[in-house]
C-alpha cells in the first residue's frame, strides 16, 4: 500500500495564477483532510470530506476550494493563489465514524510558494 | 477553537538521554494521538489513546492518556540521533459538532546531541 500520497512535492506560482493539488489515498478511508503548515502555527485544518461528494469548512477555508468526486482521491484548489497561501500542505485521511477511529494518516506534503 | 498547549517548546537533549513532553487543555478530549515529523516529510502516527489512565508503549516511546482527560505525556528513553524532529500531540473532542477532527498542539522541537 502507497498510504496517501500528494502531487506535486513542490510548486511555484505567480500572484493570481491557479492551481490543484492533488491527494490519493488506497487505505479505503472514509475521511480526508487538507492542511496547511507554517511556522509556529502548527497544523491548522482547511477542509476535509467525511465522504465521497461531501465537504466541509475547517479552520482557515478563505481562498480554497475543495472536491471529492472519487473515495480515494480530494483535490484542493487555489483559484487565485496570494504569497499568504505560501505554505507546506498537508492531505491526510482516516476510518472516521464507520470504524470509530479518527488516527489520521498523512501524506508527505506539497511546498508550495506564491511570489 | 480548541486550543493544546504543547511543551516544552523545544529541547536539546545529550544522546542516551530520557525525554519528556506534554499536552495541556481546557477541553475533554475522547482520543489522544502522537506524531512525529520529520524535516521535509509528513507527520507520522506514533501512538494512539482512547481511555483516560491508558499506558501505551511503542518500542521506546511511552504515552499516557491523563486521568482527567484533558493532557497527554509522551516520554523517550535513551533518546538516540534518529529521535531529532518535532513531536506533536493531538486530540479529538470528546463529542458534539466536528467530533472527527484533531485539534494539534504546534509541537516539541528535539535536538539530540551525539
Known amino acids: 500500500n502507497a498510504g496517501v500520497t500528494q502531487t506535486p512535492k513542490f510548486r511555484v506560482l505567480k500572484t493570481g495564477q491557479s492551481m490543484t493539488l492533488l491527494c490519493a489515498q488506497d487505505?479505503?478511508?472514509?475521511?480526508m483532510y487538507w492542511y496547511r503548515q507554517d511556522p509556529g502555527m502548527g497544523l491548522r485544518l482547511i477542509h476535509y470530506s467525511v465522504g465521497e461528494g461531501t465537504t466541509a469548512k475547517g479552520e482557515v477555508p478563505d481562498g480554497y476550494n475543495v472536491s471529492r468526486l472519487k473515495k480515494q482521491n480530494f483535490l484542493l484548489g487555489l483559484e487565485s493563489a496570494a504569497p499568504s497561501q505560501t505554505s507546506v500542505y498537508f492531505c491526510?485521511?482516516?476510518?472516521?465514524?464507520?470504524?470509530?477511529?479518527?488516527?489520521?494518516?498523512f501524506g508527505p506534503g506539497t511546498r508550495l510558494t506564491v511570489t | 477553537g480548541q486550543q493544546l498547549n504543547q511543551s516544552p517548546q523545544s529541547m536539546f537533549i545529550q544522546e542516551g538521554e530520557d525525554v519528556s513532553m506534554n499536552c495541556t487543555s481546557s477541553s475533554i478530549f475522547n482520543t489522544w494521538l502522537w506524531y512525529k515529523q520529520d524535516p521535509g516529510e509528513g507527520p507520522v502516527l506514533l501512538i494512539a489513546l482512547y481511555k483516560a489512565g491508558e499506558l501505551t508503549s511503542n518500542g521506546r516511546l511511552t504515552a499516557q492518556f491523563g486521568i482527567t482527560r484533558k493532557d497527554s505525556f509522551l516520554n523517550i528513553s535513551a533518546s538516540i540521533p534518529s529521535d531529532v524532529g518535532i513531536y506533536f500531540c493531538?486530540?479529538?473532542?470528546?463529542?458534539?459538532?466536528?467530533?472527527?477532527?484533531?485539534?494539534f498542539g504546534k509541537g516539541t522541537k528535539l535536538s539530540v546531541i551525539p
Open positions: 487505505m479505503n478511508h472514509e475521511y
Open positions: 493531538a486530540g479529538q473532542l470528546r463529542s458534539g459538532a466536528g467530533s472527527y477532527q484533531l485539534t
Open positions: 491526510a485521511s482516516s476510518w472516521g465514524f464507520r470504524r470509530s477511529s479518527y488516527e489520521q494518516y
